[in-house]
């Protein structure tokens, strides 16, 4: 019953959230949440960065482009979006999903397929780093590195839609879709 609640009021916060247009509200609620976990913070700021460095230089272009003022906006958009990721993963951490999903079983069957998908791709990066790391005695070259990483790349696209085409007929066997 608890990790419902906190799950609903995940949600709620997450939709007010939506409705805050000041960028002086979610500043200061930024901080407040970086104090209360510094750790999830960094956590927060690591998992947004490239999507919101991105947003912001095509927005700042934009408005430089077309004249119009953006720093208000780039302080909004930046600190709502830190200010809800940083929501999503401090609930996450605190709660237990299977019991707050445990009320829908399809719910349930998607998360529990979800979280079965990424332990398995998990599994398999750290065995890629590993053997990585075994077959690399000397130092690594950027043009090495850049082979790696493309090679797992390109196995866990290929692993993706496999693991797709499998899931989809799993879900419509079980009845969620024709």
């Known amino acids: 019953m608890r990790d419902r609640l906190f799950l609903a009021l995940l949600l709620i916060y997450i939709i007010g959230l939506t409705f ?26 690591k998992a ?12 700042i272009i934009k408005s430089l482009i077309e004249g119009n003022e953006f720093l208000e906006f780039i302080l909004m958009f930046n600190f709502r979006v830190f200010d809800i990721t940083f929501g999503v993963f401090y609930v996450v951490s605190h709660i237990n999903l ?9 719910l349930t069957f998607l998360l529990v397929a979800t979280l079965s998908q990424i332990e398995s791709f998990k599994q398999s990066y750290y065995d890629f780093v590993l053997a990585f790391k075994s077959r690399n005695v000397k130092k690594i070259s950027e ?7 493309s090679s ?7 692993k993706s839609l496999k693991n797709s085409k499998e899931r989809t007929l799993a879900l419509k066997a079980r009845g969620f879709f024709d």
């Open 143 to 149: 043009v090495d590195k850049k082979r790696f990483i």
């Open 98 to 106: 299977l019991k707050a999903f445990s009320f829908s079983k399809s």
């Open 20 to 45: 805050v247009h000041d960028y002086k509200v979610l500043t200061v609620l930024g901080v407040i949440l970086t104090l209360i976990s510094y750790k999830t913070a960094l956590k927060s700021l």
């Open 152 to 158: 797992m790349l390109y196995f866990f696209l290929q």
């Open 48 to 59: 947004i960065a490239l999507f919101n460095i991105s947003v912001t230089i095509g927005y």
